[in-house]
Structures are given as C-alpha cells and as structure tokens.
C-alpha cells in the first residue's frame, strides 16, 4: 500500500517562495508518477502539477507555469514542488498524490494528507 507524506507548508508573504516535499513508500517509487493537487474551503481539488515516473515528462496547471517545478529524488523516494513569486491565490491545502497519466490527463490514485500553505498580501 502506498504511503505519501507531504512537508514544508507554511505562511509566507506574496512574492516569496516555499519549497514542499512528499515522502513516498509501501511500493517502487521508480514505477509511479506523482503530482500536486490544491483544494480551498469551499471548492473542489484541482490540479498543480505532474512528473511522469521517467522523470522526463511533466504536466502544470496554467496558473502556477513559470512559477512552480516539480522535481523527484529517487535516492530518497520523494517529489517536491518549489513554489516561487506566490500569491494569495495560492493559498490552499496542497495534497501529494499518485497519478496516472493518459491521453493528457492526470488522475489521481492515491492522495497524502496536506500541508496547509498561506501567502499573506
């Protein structure tokens, strides 16, 4: 069964940056491709970013391109997401999950349990 741990949100100011991380186990972590999900009080999850397992091929919501990057470590068996130039809107509970990507979709299989993150204006 696979375990997804996520860390390192915090409030910070507009502009600044935050890095978070999500640690993977219970299976290969070579073989999964993981993303980043956000969800707000009020309204549904919704997609920030993938990586294909390969490492080579990576998905973002159009809100966060130029913004964020997502990377993986398979020494360690984790995905971060650096967040950079952030704003209030990016406020949210972000959530690491496993994903499968098809045809250009992301679909999420397995989520963690969030880590709050808040950008002050």
């Known amino acids: 069964q696979v375990q997804l741990a996520e860390s390192g949100g915090g409030l910070v100011q507009a502009g600044g940056s935050l890095r978070l991380s999500c640690a993977f186990s219970?299976?290969?972590?070579?073989?999964?491709?993981l993303g980043w999900f956000r969800q707000t009080p009020g309204k549904e999850r919704e997609f920030v970013a993938a990586?294909?397992?390969?490492?080579?091929?990576?998905k973002y919501a159009d809100s966060v391109k130029g913004r964020f990057t997502m990377s993986r470590d398979g020494t360690k068996s984790t995905v971060d997401l650096q967040m950079n130039s952030l704003r209030p809107e990016d406020t949210a509970v972000y959530y690491c999950?496993?994903?499968?990507?098809?045809?250009?979709?992301?679909?999420?299989?397995?989520w963690g349990q969030g880590t709050q993150v808040t950008v002050s204006s």
């Open positions: 999950a496993v994903v499968n990507l098809v045809g250009g979709n992301v679909i999420p299989t397995d």
């Open positions: 219970g299976r290969a972590f070579s073989r999964y491709s």
């Open positions: 990586l294909h397992f390969s490492g080579a091929g990576s």
